[in-house]
C-alpha cells in the first residue's frame, strides 16, 4: 500500500467538496461569521472590547470546522444527508474540546513565532488534523495533538504543501480580491461589515474541508487507524 499522501489528489478533492456540498457549507458559514464581523464592526479598538471578539472567534472557527468535519464524516461513511439542524446539534457535542484544542493551538502558534518563524511552521503542519481528530475520535484535547501528530508523521512535507496551497487560496480570495473591492466600494463601516462577512463566508470551508480531506486520507494509510 502507497502510505504517501497525494498532494493533487487531495487538492481536487477539497475544491470538489466545496462545489458539490457549497449548499449546507456556505449558509452555515455566511451565519456564523457574519455574526463575527458585526461583532468586530460594533466594538471598537479598546481592550476589553476586544476580548469579546476574540472569544466570539475561538468559538466560532472551531465550532465552524467542526460542522465541516461532520458533514465530510457522514460522506466517508455512506450516512444519509442530514439536515444543517442535525449537523450543528452533532457538533455542539464537541464543541468544548473543540474550542479548548483551539486555544492551545494558538497558543503553540504564538509560542513557534516568538521563538522562531520554523517552530510555527512546523505545529501549523503536525497539528493540522486537531478538529477531526477530536470530532471523529474523541479522543480528549491533549491527545487529540499526538494523535494528529502520529498521523502526519511521514508525509509532513506533503500535509504543509496542502495546507500551503490553502492559505494561498484564501489569502488570493481575501487579501487581492475582496480587499480592494472593499476599499474601493467605501469605507462605510456597514460595507466593510458585509464585505468582510461575505469573504469568510468563501474562505472558512476551504481550511476546514483541508482538515477533514487530510484526516482521512491520512487515517486510510495509516496502520493502527481503527
Same mark, same amino acid.
Given at each position: 500500500?502507497?502510505?504517501?499522501?497525494?498532494?493533487?489528489? $487531495?487538492?481536487?478533492?477539497?475544491?470538489?467538496?466545496?462545489?458539490?456540498?457549497?449548499?449546507?457549507?456556505?449558509?452555515?458559514?455566511?451565519?456564523?461569521?457574519?455574526?463575527?464581523?458585526? *461583532?468586530?464592526?460594533?466594538?471598537?479598538? #479598546?481592550?476589553?472590547?476586544?476580548? @469579546? =471578539?476574540?472569544?466570539?472567534?475561538?468559538?466560532?472557527? +472551531? !465550532?465552524?470546522?467542526? !460542522?465541516?468535519?461532520?458533514?465530510?464524516?457522514?460522506?466517508?461513511?455512506?450516512?444519509?444527508?442530514?439536515?444543517?439542524?442535525?449537523?450543528?446539534?452533532?457538533?455542539?457535542? *464537541?464543541?468544548?474540546?473543540?474550542?479548548?484544542?483551539?486555544?492551545? !493551538?494558538?497558543?503553540?502558534?504564538?509560542? =513557534?513565532?516568538?521563538?522562531?518563524?520554523?517552530?510555527?511552521?512546523?505545529?501549523?503542519?503536525?497539528?493540522?488534523?486537531?478538529?477531526?481528530? @477530536?470530532?471523529? #475520535?474523541? +479522543?480528549?484535547?491533549?491527545?487529540?495533538?499526538?494523535?494528529?501528530?502520529?498521523?502526519?508523521? =511521514?508525509?509532513?512535507?506533503?500535509? !504543509?504543501?496542502?495546507?500551503?496551497?490553502?492559505?494561498? $487560496?484564501?489569502?488570493? @480570495? $481575501?487579501?487581492?480580491?475582496?480587499?480592494? @473591492?472593499?476599499?474601493? &466600494?467605501?469605507? #462605510?463601516?456597514?460595507?466593510?461589515?458585509?464585505?468582510?462577512? *461575505?469573504?469568510?463566508?468563501?474562505? $472558512?470551508?476551504?481550511?476546514?474541508?483541508?482538515?477533514?480531506?487530510?484526516?482521512?486520507?491520512?487515517?486510510? &494509510?495509516?496502520?493502527?487507524? +481503527?
Amino acid at each position: 500500500m502507497n502510505r504517501k499522501l497525494a498532494v493533487g489528489a $487531495a487538492l481536487r478533492e477539497v475544491w470538489a467538496l466545496y462545489r458539490t456540498h457549497a449548499r449546507r457549507l456556505l449558509p452555515v458559514s455566511f451565519v456564523l461569521f457574519l455574526t463575527v464581523a458585526v *461583532v468586530d464592526g460594533l466594538i471598537g479598538t #479598546e481592550f476589553p472590547l476586544l476580548l @469579546i =471578539g476574540f472569544a466570539i472567534s475561538t468559538v466560532t472557527t +472551531p !465550532f465552524y470546522e467542526g !460542522f465541516v468535519v461532520t458533514l465530510v464524516q457522514d460522506l466517508q461513511d455512506d450516512r444519509p444527508d442530514r439536515s444543517i439542524g442535525e449537523l450543528l446539534r452533532a457538533t455542539i457535542l *464537541v464543541l468544548l474540546p473543540l474550542v479548548g484544542a483551539g486555544l492551545l !493551538f494558538l497558543l503553540g502558534i504564538f509560542v =513557534g513565532v516568538v521563538l522562531f518563524v520554523v517552530p510555527a511552521l512546523v505545529a501549523i503542519t503536525v497539528w493540522a488534523l486537531i478538529s477531526p481528530v @477530536i470530532v471523529v #475520535e474523541r +479522543p480528549g484535547v491533549t491527545k487529540a495533538f499526538s494523535r494528529s501528530h502520529e498521523l502526519v508523521r =511521514g508525509n509532513g512535507w506533503r500535509v !504543509f504543501g496542502v495546507v500551503l496551497a490553502s492559505f494561498l $487560496a484564501v489569502f488570493f @480570495i $481575501a487579501g487581492i480580491g475582496f480587499k480592494p @473591492i472593499a476599499e474601493a &466600494i467605501s469605507s #462605510e463601516p456597514l460595507v466593510q461589515v458585509a464585505l468582510d462577512a *461575505v469573504t469568510s463566508t468563501l474562505v $472558512a470551508p476551504i481550511a476546514a474541508l483541508v482538515a477533514a480531506v487530510l484526516y482521512f486520507r491520512l487515517r486510510q &494509510i495509516d496502520p493502527s487507524a +481503527p
